[in-house]
């Protein structure tokens, strides 16, 4: 499990503490050294002065009576720098330190109040900070984290160090974790060998920075957290109720009004040969031949789209088409399919999974109500049988699962479809 510096998560003292570095460097003090850093850090109230406090001076004092290694300001400096280091506030990789112009914006913000622009400031420095193991292989841990709480809805706090334990941002490695989660917290760590100090450490920082940018909700008594993500962005609260506050319920996933309410009975009806999507890349010449083979497409079309529709009535879902094949509303998450037949060529398969994969990305960024968060809205993409591993994988890395017709009923990629269908993938089959 990769290591990650645990010493400070508070957004506001983040931008302090870069304040305090980047004020060494343009004086030309060691910034290098952890305990000149580190003395900065306890006069500016980023680390403090112990269970006991004490005028700073003499914190300072006493401390620096104690051989280095127990200077605990020094660890505080150590750890900030590495995190500064992950985050790219920092290169400090030479001689001297240099802040990067992303560190001095966030200094910029130091003693300011939090506002939106901070928030999206740390929000999308936070996700795009890369973390890499002794492996060499990298991850984004923030991320990761995001998927794992998608991926388990109530997660506990302390599993949420599994955003860590992933080796890189692959389907396979987030499949992996969140199948881990659902094992003890004991045998988790039995498992990856990790020392229940080190476990503890790895929930310190993360699940924090998401609760302070909104991405999740905070449920439950203090000691035993819970993790939902969040409806809309804004500041998570302990003790959110069970019901989301009108505001956020606005936001929950709703078809736009063109969007039709419909059965198992009459969806699949409304289809043409001449408004249906799916066309052969190399049509009969005889023109007549042509009509029936598209005729022969929507009517399979049409049937795997009710089959589907009769599954999800099952769950219960509410269902909606038009223009997607079928949206299902499962209380506050809304589940799109985009069904596609095959003729069984190459060609063929490959132009309907580029035709799955931009109306899956399009239908939810222009079509679903302004504000609905990216993970309330689930992408699948569902074919008349089994596409190639490397299409699976291609739509897999955009975030989009991928289910398929058998003979029992519907079959599902190994790394999203159980994520984003869960339990309701068993009733499909």
Known sequence: ??????????????????QCLARLVDSSEQARDDGVLGQALVRAGVAGTGHRPMPVEDYIRQQLE????????????????????????????????????????????????????????WRRAIRNMSHEGDDGEASHPYEVLLRLIAG???????????????????????LRIVDMADLSEGEIRRRLGVSESNWDNAVKVLPKFAEQLGDVVRIGPRGNYQYHIADAPGRADAGTPPQAPARQRALLPRPPRTSRSVTPDTIGQAGTTESFDETAVRPPADPIATVKARLDRLRRHNLIVKKLAGRLAAVPAQLFEDPFDVLAIVE????????????????????????????????????????????????????????SDAHIDWLNDNNIAV???????FAGDDALAPMFLGRFLKELS
Not at 1 to 18: E, R, T, Y
Not at 155 to 172: G, M, P, T, V
């Open 152 to 174: 388990k809805p109530g997660i506990a706090k302390s599993k949420c160090a599994l955003a860590l334990e992933a080796r890189n941002d692959s389907a396979a490695e987030l």
């Open 1 to 18: 499990m990769k290591g990650f510096p645990n010493q400070v998560s508070d957004l506001a003292k983040l931008a302090v503490a870069i």
């Open 403 to 409: 289910i398929w017709l058998d003979e029992a009923g």
């Open 66 to 121: 104690n051989t280095p290694d127990r200077q605990s300001f020094r660890t505080t400096a150590r750890g900030l720098r590495e995190l500064f280091r992950i985050l790219g506030f920092i290169d400090d990789s030479g001689e001297v330190v240099h802040v990067t112009d992303l560190g001095r914006r966030a200094a910029a913000f130091a003693g300011s109040e939090t506002n939106e622009e901070q928030i999206s400031f």
């Open 332 to 387: 506050e998450i809304g589940v799109m399919f985009e069904v596609k037949t095959l003729d069984g060529t190459a060609d063929d398969e490959r132009e309907r999974v580029r035709e799955a994969l931009s109306q899956l990305l399009y239908y939810p960024a222009f079509l679903m109500n302004p504000g609905v968060g990216e993970d309330a809205i689930r992408r699948i993409a569902c074919f008349e049988k089994r596409i």
